[in-house]
């Protein structure tokens, strides 16, 4: 079993910047396919980007694609996910969660961390 912490959100106007960090604990990270996932008040929660075990594969959403960058040091046991040029929309509780296959359906992640939240103001 893995423990997931997010940190990194907060409140920022639009065209910052944030990086968002999951932590891992219990088992080592390697052995999973990490994903962010959002969700903004009174919406489902959305796929934003995920990463293979390696790290050498990573995949986002269309309305995060050339903003978002998610990375992983497997050293550290961590995850990351850069977001720049924020938007309003991007408003939501970001969630990283793990998976053993890398996937962009949140019901097929297993592990989940308890979400930041990222507010971005106009």
């Known amino acids: 079993q893995v423990q997931l912490v997010e940190s990194g959100g907060g409140l920022v106007q639009a065209g910052g910047s944030l990086r968002l960090s999951c932590a891992a604990s219990?088992?080592?990270?390697?052995?999973?396919?990490m994903g962010w996932f959002r969700q903004a008040p009174g919406t489902e929660r959305e796929f934003v980007s995920a990463?293979?075990?390696?790290?050498?594969?990573?995949y986002y959403a269309d309305s995060v694609k050339g903003r978002f960058t998610i990375s992983r040091d497997n050293a550290k046991n961590t995850v990351y996910l850069q977001i720049n040029r924020l938007k309003p929309e991007d408003t939501a509780v970001y969630y990283c969660?793990?998976?053993?296959?890398?996937?962009?359906?949140?019901?097929?992640?297993?592990?989940w961390g308890q979400g930041t939240q990222v507010t971005v103001s106009s």
């Open positions: 969660a793990a998976t053993g296959v890398v996937t962009t359906h949140d019901h097929e992640y297993d592990y």
């Open positions: 219990g088992r080592t990270l390697n052995n999973y396919c």
């Open positions: 990463i293979s075990r390696s790290g050498i594969s990573t």
